[in-house]
């Protein structure tokens, strides 16, 4: 029987903290003007010294588990897709995992930077499908803003932190993720990058005197590939769904530009009313966007119960891709999921494990 992977639950999490274009300007030399007419970027949120990138993806996938009715004892995946993780390894997947209680879930993290969120709602998708998983997490969180040069003017004026979370649940109705388009292209690698801290330049004293840890952008060459891959690939995936583009009410492209978006709109020849932009309030979150998008996007209406969408995003690698869904929401039944005691009840449960783990050490340190 075939099967479909429904999105039935969504959330996203930002940090307090707002940092305005004129906050920047005082930090480098740039300007609230030059930033919007650029960008359309007015504002964005950095995160403080307790939030991290798990903890943003963890509140944000509380909210969709509580919009899905799912505890989290029932999903069988966690994939967190960022390009700014807590660690090299363990995976910001495996801190979820244990920060929600999913007792039941593989978890790994995906690394396709802007583009991320799209590669993992597909494979996700995928898992579901072939039945190796029947509930699903997909999670965009980054904090990005812990890796940009505060004295490049070329960067940090993009970028900002927060994340965005989905539950996907199988179904024999038809709906949910209806195609996906994965495309890269490697010899563009230098355009986007963070050339340091990974095993070709390991940390050291030089690499972080050279800010090779920072990331580095060719901004125009990323810009040009954007606005050529957009249109492009919403096509595909459009096609690949066996739709029109007439049939699709609503775009929601990855927020890293306004010009970038409104090029993409033209190229598919769509209108603006019907492209989901929140750009100007929180910068470039490079793969929490588009969920942060869609949240909004539900929140205000824009995106209801029966609507065909396009998501659509490039980014580092370079990667870039789009997906068509058929937007369902929550499956019926009761309240089932308590943020507060859901919390209570992972945090003791990682405390107990923890402990049974130093107790297990000592006993067996007498064997060995
Ligand atoms: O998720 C993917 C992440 N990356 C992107 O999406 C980046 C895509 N690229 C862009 O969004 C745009 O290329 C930028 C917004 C980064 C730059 O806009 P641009 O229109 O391509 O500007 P530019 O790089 O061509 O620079 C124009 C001028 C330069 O001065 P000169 O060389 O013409 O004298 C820059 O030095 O603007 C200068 N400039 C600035 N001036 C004030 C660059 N950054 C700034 C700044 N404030 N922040």
């Known amino acids: 029987m075939t099967r479909y992977a429904h999105i039935t639950g969504w959330g996203m999490a930002i940090p307090d903290k707002i940092m305005t274009n004129d906050d920047i300007s005082k930090i480098v030399d740039t300007n609230d003007e030059w930033i919007v007419s650029r960008t359309g970027i007015h504002e964005r949120r950095i995160a403080n010294a307790e939030e991290t990138t798990a903890s943003l993806a963890t509140d944000a996938s509380i909210q969709a588990l509580q919009m899905a009715n799912l505890?989290?004892?029932?999903?069988?995946?966690?994939?967190?897709?960022?390009?700014?993780?807590?660690?090299?390894?363990?995976?910001?997947?495996?801190?979820?995992?244990?920060?929600?209680?999913?007792?039941?879930?593989?978890?790994?993290?995906?690394?396709?930077?802007?583009?991320?969120?799209?590669?993992?709602?597909n494979v996700a998708t995928q898992a579901i499908r072939s039945y190796s998983a029947r509930n699903a997490l997909v999670i965009g969180s980054e904090t990005l803003s812990r890796m940009i040069n505060w004295e490049d003017r070329n960067t940090c004026i993009l970028f900002g932190d927060g994340a965005g979370a989905f539950v996907l649940q199988a179904s024999e109705e038809p709906g949910g993720l209806l195609s996906a388009v994965m495309r890269s292209d490697g010899s563009g690698g230098n355009a986007l990058s963070v050339p340091a801290g990974g095993s070709k330049y390991p940390t050291t004293a030089e690499t972080v005197?050279?800010?090779?840890?920072?990331?580095?952008?060719?901004?125009?060459?990323?810009?040009?590939?954007?606005?050529?891959?957009?249109?492009?690939?919403?096509?595909?995936?459009?096609?690949?769904?066996?739709?029109?583009?007439?049939?699709?009410?609503?775009?929601?492209p990855h927020q890293a530009n306004q010009r970038i978006i409104e090029a993409a709109a033209r190229g598919l020849n769509f209108p603006m009313e019907r492209v989901m932009v929140n750009v100007d309030r929180y910068g470039n979150t490079s793969t929490a966007s588009i969920p942060i998008a869609t949240c909004e996007a539900v929140k205000s209406g824009r995106l209801v119960s029966g609507d065909k969408i396009i998501l659509v995003g490039f980014g580092a690698g370079l990667t870039w891709g789009a997906a068509v869904i058929h937007w369902t929401g929550p499956f019926p039944g009761k309240r089932r999921v308590r943020p507060k005691s859901l919390r209570i009840w992972a945090r003791f449960r990682s405390f107990l494990r923890r402990f049974i783990r130093r107790v297990e050490g000592k006993i067996w340190k007498g064997y060995f």
Request: charged share 15%; proline share 4%.
């Open 71 to 121: 505890p989290p004892e029932k999903i069988d995946l966690i994939i967190v897709s960022t390009s700014s993780p807590e660690h090299i390894f363990p995976a910001t997947a495996c801190l979820v995992q244990d920060s929600i209680g999913a007792v039941n879930a593989g978890a790994f993290d995906l690394s396709a930077a802007c583009s991320g969120f799209i590669y993992a709602l």
């Open 209 to 252: 005197a050279k800010g090779m840890h920072y990331i580095q952008m060719n901004g125009r060459e990323v810009f040009r590939f954007a606005t050529r891959v957009m249109a492009h690939s919403s096509q595909e995936a459009v096609e690949q769904a066996q739709l029109k583009m007439s049939d699709i009410n609503l775009i929601i």
